[in-house]
């Protein structure tokens, strides 16, 4: 203490002196009274902690009374301590935990001008670190809305984290609770029965036809339409079957299908499931024209006929110009020979 007490002196005295001489407007000479009061209040036991704060919080009162403190250091100070304490509280409370961490006395004595303010800044810092909000949670806001920093991340809310992270792929498996569930989707769904490639064959392609890409009917002159071969056929005095024709079915051989092929007066023969039948009056009222119907003259038509029109009823159509039966040419000529022998 002694000791204390000689370098205390011994720095107030070199303190003192160079104020004087470096100091010349009162705001300094009342900050170093300040100072010297400070360090005199530190000097005495009784009021280490309070004292300080006397000095800071009001300079102007006792500024007059700052050189003869620096004399009389033995002066009782409880007297100017205890206004001094009932006026200003929070500020002695702030010092006094100020002062015992920092040293105030070096630093007073070393920032000599700017040691009141500087008490009084630390004080202030210090008075609002404990008022002013924790920090932690403004940035864990700010981390949340802006970016996801790692440095951080034990602040965050631990749930936060993963769902902010899967929400975006998996957003399938998320939103599976808006979707309705399996029965209706399979609802809405299209029946697999029309899906794939049953599609394609079964409904919406044509079934065999191959050169149905576009339509080959032609325009029928008038009073040729199917009903008008319809009310024709309908009579059997028309003769359909031909001009000059047996009562009875005729045996048709190949040679004879061949030369009724509708050239030369010759009307036209054709063959269907080994039936013969004499198509030319039905020429005129084929919608598919003159030309297709006659490419099964004289000859067995049956393959062409599927080709185009496999749905269409020929016998229906053409049961009235029914003219035989298709026969080979050795059955024919046996049957000849069994008349001649008769
Ligand atoms: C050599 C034999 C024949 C050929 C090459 C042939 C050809 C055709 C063609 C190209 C068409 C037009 C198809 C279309 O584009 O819609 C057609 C239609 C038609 N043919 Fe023939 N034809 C033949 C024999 C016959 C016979 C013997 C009949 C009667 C028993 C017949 C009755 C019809 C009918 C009714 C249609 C209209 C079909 C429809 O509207 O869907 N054809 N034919």
Known sequence: MGSLFAAAGSIFSRYTGASASKSSTPPDSKSEANSATAINDHASTTHDTTLPTLSSTEPEEESPETTP????????PPVLAVPTLSLDEGTTNNDSNAATP????????TQKTTSANSRNETATNESQKPLMPP????????????TSSTNTSSLMPPPSVPRLQPTGPPRLNAGSSLRPPPSAAAGLRAPPTNSGSRLSNSTLAPVPVKKSSASRKVVLEPGYSPLD???????PKNQLRGANMPPGYLRVTPSMLKVQNGRKNRDAWTSYQGKVYNIQPYVPYHPGGKGELLRGAGKDSAKLFQEIHPWVNWDGILSECLVGILVSENDAQAEEALDAMD
């Open 69 to 76: 403190k620096a004399s009389a250091s033995n002066a009782p």
């Open 102 to 109: 920092s040293a105030p006395t070096p630093r007073g004595l």
């Open 135 to 146: 920090p932690p949670v403004p940035q864990t806001k700010q981390q949340t809305s802006t």
């Open 229 to 235: 071969w319809a009310a024709l056929a309908a009579n």
